[in-house]
C-alpha cells in the first residue's frame, strides 16, 4: 500500500525543481519572456531585435567561459544530441578516441561507430559511477568524453591529452550539464559544447558550443574534402557547422530557433555574469552539492553513489539509498509534495535519488530538501 505523507509546510523548499534537465526555470526568466512576448516572440529571426538577442548570447557566454584568443560562440538547433551528429559529420576528420561512462557518452560514441565515412572509434570505457578519459592512440584526431555524466552524477577532467597536439587532434566534450556548473579551462578542449535547459534554465532545442581556432578550420578542411568527388562522407546541409559558424557569426542560426529559448538563455547568461561568472556559479553549484554529499554520509539509510569523492558532480549529485528504503515510494511521495523530478536515471536501474544541482537552484532549497527526504524516509 502506498503511504501518503504530508511534509510539512515549514520545511519544503521554496521552489521544488530538482530536475536534471529541463531544470529550474527562475521567475525572472518567464519575466523576460513575458517582456517579450508583444516584441521578440513571433518576429523575424533574421531581424535586428533577435539578431541583438542572440549577440548579446554569443558575447555572454565568451565572457562568461573567459574565452582564449579566436575561440567563438557558435550555435545551432536541435539540441546536443544533434552536435553530436554534426561532431561526426564536421570535426571527426577519420578516427576518434571516446571515453564511455555513462548513458550520455555511450550514446555519443555510439553515433561516432555508426557513422559509415568514419573508422571504428576506440572507446576506453569504465562502470556507471567511475569516469575514463581516452588515452593516447595512434591514427586518432579527435578525443571525446563528457564533462558531467548527467546519467551517473560523475565529472571528468577537461584537459589536454598528453600528445595529443603532436597528432593535431582536437579535444571535443559534451559539456551539456556540466558548463555553468563546473569550472573549466577551455583552451584546455578544442569544442565544448551543450544544451540551454541544465545549467542555463531555459528550454532544449539548442545547441551551443565554444569552439577554438583549430576546431573551425577543420569544420572548413572537412567540408572541402566533403565536396571531393569520390569522398565518402556526406554532411548533411543541416548538419554543416561551416554553416553554424558563418550564421553565428551574423548572430543568426541555420533555420528557425525557438525565441522563447533563446530569451529565457538571455536572461540567464546576464544573471550569471552580473554575479560573478562561472567563478560564481561554480561555487554555488559546489556548495549545493556538498550539503547532499555530506547529508548522505552522515545518514544510515543514504551514501553517495560514486566512490571516488574527487569524480562526484556538483551539477547533478546521485545518492544512493538502502534497500530496506524504496527509492520509487520516496520520489513519489517527495513529488505529492511539490518536489520534483528527483529520479535517478531510469537505464541505470538503482535505488536512487539524482538530483540536478544547477546554479538557478537555490542553496538553500538543496538543504530544505535533505530534511524533507528525512521526514519522507521516517514515515514511509
Ligand atoms: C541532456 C544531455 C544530452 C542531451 O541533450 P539534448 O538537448 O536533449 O539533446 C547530451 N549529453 C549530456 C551530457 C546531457 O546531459
Not at 64 to 79: A, M, R, T
Not at 109 to 127: G, R
Request: proline letters at 6%; aromatic letters at 8%; one cysteine or more.
Amino acid at each position: 500500500m502506498a503511504t501518503t505523507v504530508t511534509i510539512p509546510q515549514s520545511l519544503l523548499p521554496a521552489d521544488g525543481r530538482f530536475g536534471s534537465g529541463p531544470s529550474k526555470i527562475r521567475p525572472e526568466q518567464s519575466a523576460a519572456l513575458e517582456a517579450a512576448g508583444s516584441t521578440l516572440l513571433g518576429t523575424s529571426h533574421r531581424q535586428a531585435p533577435v539578431r541583438q538577442l542572440v549577440a548579446s548570447i554569443r558575447e555572454g557566454l565568451a565572457g562568461f567561459f573567459s574565452l582564449p584568443e579566436g575561440y567563438e560562440i557558435v550555435l545551432g538547433d536541435g539540441g546536443a544530441s544533434a552536435f553530436w551528429d554534426l561532431a561526426c559529420a564536421n570535426l571527426i576528420r577519420r578516427k576518434a578516441a571516446c571515453g564511455s561512462y555513462g548513458s550520455f557518452s555511450a550514446k555519443f560514441a555510439q553515433s561516432v561507430a555508426s557513422a559509415p565515412f568514419l573508422d571504428n572509434p576506440v572507446i576506453f570505457e569504465s562502470k556507471p559511477g567511475s569516469y575514463r578519459l581516452p588515452e593516447l592512440t595512434e591514427g586518432t584526431d579527435a578525443y571525446c568524453w563528457a564533462h558531467n555524466e548527467t546519467s551517473t552524477g560523475v565529472a571528468a577532467p577537461v584537459q589536454r591529452i598528453a600528445g595529443s597536439r603532436e597528432q593535431d587532434a582536437l579535444i571535443i566534450i559534451d559539456a551539456t550539464s556540466g558548463a555553468g556548473s563546473l569550472p573549466v579551462d577551455i583552451s584546455q578542449c578544442d569544442a565544448y559544447y551543450f544544451s540551454p535547459q541544465k545549467a542555463f534554465g531555459s528550454d532544449g532545442g539548442l545547441w551551443l558550443a565554444a569552439l577554438s581556432p583549430a576546431a573551425i578550420r577543420r569544420a572548413y578542411s572537412v567540408t572541402d574534402d566533403a565536396r571531393r568527388d569520390g569522398s565518402p562522407r556526406w554532411i548533411p546541409p543541416f548538419l554543416s557547422l561551416r554553416s553554424a559558424i558563418e550564421n553565428s557569426r551574423k548572430d543568426q542560426t541555420l533555420n528557425t530557433p525557438a525565441i522563447a529559448t533563446l530569451v529565457m538563455l538571455a536572461e540567464q547568461v546576464s544573471w550569471l555574469n552580473s554575479n560573478g561568472g562561472l567563478a560564481w556559479s561554480s561555487a554555488r553549484c559546489a556548495h549545493s552539492a556538498n550539503t547532499l554529499y555530506t547529508w548522505a554520509q552522515n545518514s544510515d539509510y543514504a551514501e553517495p553513489f560514486v566512490a571516488e569523492a574527487a569524480a562526484r558532480s556538483n551539477a547533478v549529485v546521485t545518492i544512493d539509498l538502502d534497500e530496506a528504503v524504496d527509492a520509487s515510494q520516496v520520489i513519489a511521495a517527495l513529488r505529492s509534495n511539490g518536489i520534483v523530478d528527483t529520479a535517478g536515471y531510469r537505464k541505470l536501474g538503482r535505488n536512487q535519488l539524482r538530483i540536478g544541482v544547477f546554479p538557478s537552484v537555490e542553496p538553500d532549497d538543496v538543504e530544505a530538501l535533505t530534511h524533507c527526504i528525512d521526514y519522507v524516509v521516517e514515515r514511509l
